[in-house]
């Protein structure tokens, strides 16, 4: 069951109208243009695609646009929700729909029980029911969950766990990972402010919110380091950094929408209870977005 779990990945935003309907037109014009793109592939409803938010025929609609406009690229489609007998289910339709794998994010809202037994339990269920490969989704910032290291070798051993996106930021959880991870089992990064020293680390690749409305210096950046041009990567993950930091920690969902509308993109609007960001942040983010796509033609 493998895939090829390695290059940039966008985590694509889901574009609402101002009445809070899906957008799907803007999500396939959104797909179109980054069809233009060194992209490895799509990670459709995940956690900047606000899937929390997302009714279940919703998914299932915009899996249907992704898989269409998506061709030979990999499509990834987090399928992760509360309840092992749930994700099983959303991870089932997934794959109807043309998922090539379910990023399938640790349940959380009971933290305190999710000990490495009740993870590994959940995640070896899931992936025994799937009829896709299945990555773990770290993200800790939102489910309050820090990866059990421990628990890396032990999912690592089942043929449908195929890789793991670690989301924390934290460079040093993610070398134990990889340290504890056989070199079959894929790590993705999943923060852009440390994508070029997690690649040094031994990550494949990463899924990173800021290639949403930067892709083609995202790209750049990956495509440096394959070749060993460390000096160039490390001046464009410099000049990424404001960006990757306004998209994600600074301004969040709403952010990243903005500076997909500055770069040509349609974020569309984001889904109530979130909060639009203010137009006065706009000469901000229109300043980091320069500067990213100004490193690329250097």
């Not at 809202?109 to 770290?138: C, D, G, Q």
């Not at 489910?143 to 924390?168: D, Y």
């Not at 998209?247 to 770069?263: E, F, I, P, Q």
Request: proline share 6%.
């Amino acid at each position: 069951m493998g895939v090829a779990l390695e290059g940039v990945i966008p985590p694509l935003v889901t574009p609402f109208r101002d009445d809070g309907r899906l957008d799907l037109a803007a999500f396939e014009q959104n797909l179109e243009a980054y069809a233009e793109h060194d992209l490895a592939g799509y990670l459709v409803l995940g956690s900047n695609g606000e899937a929390a938010s997302l009714e279940e025929e919703e998914k299932l609609a915009l899996l249907g646009v992704a898989r269409a406009q998506a061709g030979s690229r990999l499509l990834l489609a987090g399928t992760g929700l509360e309840s092992t007998r749930a994700t099983i289910a959303l991870t089932r339709k997934a794959a109807d729909r043309g998922a090539d794998a379910a990023l399938v994010l640790t349940p959380h809202y009971y933290k305190a029980r999710m000990t490495p037994e009740a993870l590994e339990r959940h995640f070896e269920a899931v992936a025994e029911a799937s009829p896709v490969p299945v990555l773990i989704y770290s993200v800790p910032a939102f489910t309050g969950i820090s990866w059990p290291v421990g628990l890396t070798s032990t999912l690592a051993a089942h043929p449908r766990i195929v890789g793991l996106k670690e989301s924390s930021g934290d460079l040093g959880l993610m070398g134990r990972i990889l340290a504890a991870a056989p070199p079959s089992f894929r790590v993705m990064c999943g923060s852009g402010p440390v994508f070029y020293p997690a690649l040094c680390l031994g990550a494949s690749g990463g899924v990173l919110a800021v290639a949403c409305c930067a892709p083609a210096a995202v790209a750049a950046l990956f495509r440096a380091f394959r070749a060993g041009d460390h000096a160039r990567a490390r001046k464009l993950q410099q000049a990424l950094l404001p960006l990757a930091a306004a998209v994600t920690a600074t301004h969040g969902v709403a952010g990243l929408k903005r500076a997909m509308g500055l770069a040509g993109l349609t974020g569309g609007s984001v889904r109530a209870p979130l909060l639009p960001l203010p137009r006065t942040l706009d000469d901000e983010l229109r300043d980091v977005l320069l500067q990213a796509e100004a490193a690329v033609a250097v």
